[in-house]
């Protein structure tokens, strides 16, 4: 499919360079990074906010922009780019209704009018018509925002940020809700957060930005499983970033050397002989039930230790296990993540001994550390 | 009693407002909006009427109208019109510096959301950012027309303070305390101090939220 959006850009912002390779089709991208990582500028560059130093931006195959960095040879200015592109706090217009903001992008007014009540319906803003902005909530006022940029008819929405000021209830139904808009629409839409569960629930694709480049972008499971940096394998939560040796590689596994231990990792590139740093996600550490036999399948990589600390975190526990090796006498810290409910049938607590599977499908090589 | 400095006075600040308003607004608008070289030299030099004696500005303008001077042709000297530019000259920074200030509190990211929605920048700047600065700028304008109202230096050394001509109400107080008729100085001092409160009650009314 050939890539709707393409963005091929550099620019300088003080002693900070923003570097950004992406191509998007009719899908959500999420740009997923610590504050200060330039997801914002980005969005700016695209919008036309901000003038890239060179370049080349490209929507539906119009260029947008295009700079070899001596002469800029286009950039269409922002208002005819048709990008909308939702602020942060939302910026809409104080001194005009709900309806006057959502219609104020309106080219038709005739079918503005239409327009105007589906979108009302679709964004739940239904007989908020003639409020003002400072008698919204933040959920409405994101709602009148999203459906003021949608009324332009944009062929690319961009949001920055969209749920940093909502609180969880909320959030979860504006996800839903601008995710079924999304597929109606079917337009590319870029969206900014550094919040790990909306870029779990809202993204197809994750771009994961850091110091202004884009160290990694693909299909979300793709980044969040097999992360291709360091930088973004802790950013996506992989929390347990291991070192180790690759000592022996066959058809169906490689072996790593780790802490006296041999672990099994599926095949993936590397070579036998070299230092390697691995990793794997708290939720892929399986505690081993201890009145069952071990089961054929969740048998690899055992560990065992003690849980040293525990966090409860609602839906889920984040246990940390103090793995010994008999070996070598070192240990190491590793974080489990596991639901409530099998937090309670296995009788879990500090001090309990366990042993543990690293899952050996989940076990991740990362190529450029 | 002679009522024609009030009337004077009015007039003369009334025209005077109309043109401080119309050129302070567009300085403000350039000043906030635009980027040149010098331009902190330009602001400095719009703000300058504020610091400087009004008997220099006046001293200005008489060379400039003078009978060799660039606008000597027009002939303006010792009338009403030279109170006008007086006072305009005089009321200028007042109204560039609240009109830019309102102008720049304006969330700049209101304006960049109309140029997504697909209108060029001139009416972005028309439909957000005006409208919202208005109650500013309409401070800027009563307290231009509250200055001029008061013009007293500049205004006598260029216009003079013929009686029924250029005598507005500060050279009436001037004349009368000078021959010591203190019952019309006093009158002419209740007609001002009103006015003037009353404009400064506007003003804070209108720059409440």
């Known amino acids: 499919m050939k890539p709707i959006l393409v963005a091929h850009f550099s620019k300088k912002l003080g002693d900070f360079s923003l570097n950004v390779n992406l191509e998007l089709g009719k899908e959500v991208l999420v740009l997923f990074g610590p504050s200060g990582s330039g997801k914002t500028s980005i969005l700016r560059c695209i919008s036309g906010l901000l003038t890239p130093d060179q370049g080349l931006i490209e929507l539906n195959g119009q260029v947008l922009f295009s700079s070899d960095g001596k002469r800029v040879k286009a950039n269409v200015p922002v208002h005819l780019r048709q990008i909308g592109f939702v602020f942060q706090d939302y910026a809409l217009f104080p001194h005009m209704t709900v309806a006057q903001n959502i219609l104020y992008g309106c080219k038709d007014r005739k079918k503005g009018k239409e327009l105007l009540s589906i979108l009302m319906e679709k964004m739940r803003l239904k007989g908020l018509e003639g409020h003002y902005p400072h008698q919204l909530s933040g959920g409405q006022k994101q709602r009148v925002a999203i459906a003021r940029a949608l009324m332009a008819e944009p062929k690319l929405l961009l949001l920055d940020e969209p749920f940093s000021a909502l609180d969880r209830p909320v959030r979860r139904k504006l996800q839903s809700d601008l995710l079924r808009l999304q597929e109606e629409l079917a337009i590319p839409v870029v969206l900014v957060t550094h919040d790990l569960e909306d870029a779990f629930a809202m993204g197809h694709k994750l771009a994961v930005v850091n110091d202004g480049r884009i160290e990694q972008i693909g299909e979300k499971e793709e980044v969040f499983r097999h992360p291709r940096t360091r930088a973004v394998a802790r950013f996506t939560g992989a929390r347990n970033i291991l070192e180790g040796k690759v000592v022996g590689k066959d058809e169906g596994a490689v072996h790593i050397e780790w802490m006296g231990l041999v672990l099994e990792a599926p095949t993936q590139e590397a070579t036998v002989g070299s230092d390697v740093v691995f990793c794997i996600r708290p939720e892929d550490v399986m505690i081993v039930r201890p009145d069952r036999p071990v089961r054929e399948g969740i048998k690899e990589n055992l560990l065992t230790g003690v849980i040293v600390r525990e966090i409860h975190r609602g839906n889920h526990y984040s246990l940390f296990f103090k793995a010994t090796s008999v070996e070598t006498g070192r240990d190491y810290d590793f974080e489990i993540s596991i639901p409530v409910h099998a937090y309670w049938r296995l009788d879990l607590k500090v001090g309990k001994e366990v042993m543990v599977s690293l899952k050996k499908s989940a076990l991740h090589i990362i190529p450029e550390p | ?209």
Do not use: C, H
Request: aromatic fraction near 10%; charged fraction near 15%; charge should be positive.
């Open chain 2, 1 to 209: 009693m002679d009522l024609s400095p009030l009337f004077l006075s009015l007039k003369v600040a009334f025209v005077a407002t109309i043109l401080t308003a119309v050129t302070g607004l567009g300085f403000a608008i350039l000043m906030a909006k635009a980027r040149f070289p010098g331009k902190s030299l330009v602001e400095a030099l719009l703000t300058l009427p504020l610091a400087l004696p009004p008997s220099s500005v006046g001293y200005y303008l008489l060379v400039i109208m003078g009978r060799n001077g660039p606008l000597g042709w027009l002939g303006w000297l010792f009338t009403w019109k030279a109170a006008v530019l007086a006072s305009w000259i005089v009321a200028l920074p007042l109204m560039f510096r609240t009109a830019k200030a309102a102008l720049e509190s304006v969330d700049i990211s209101l304006e960049m959301v109309a140029r997504t929605l697909g209108k060029p920048p001139w009416r972005a700047f028309v439909d957000v950012t005006l409208p919202l600065a208005s109650r500013g700028i309409l401070a800027g304008v009563i307290l231009s027309f509250a200055r001029a109202l008061g013009e007293f230096g500049a205004t006598l050394m260029v216009a003079g303070n013929i009686p029924g001509k250029t005598r507005t109400i500060p050279l009436a107080i001037y004349t009368a305390t000078q021959i010591n008729r203190m019952d019309i100085a006093s009158f002419w001092v209740i007609v001002t101090a009103a006015l003037a409160y009353a404009f400064i009650l506007a003003v804070n009314k209108l720059q409440e939220k």
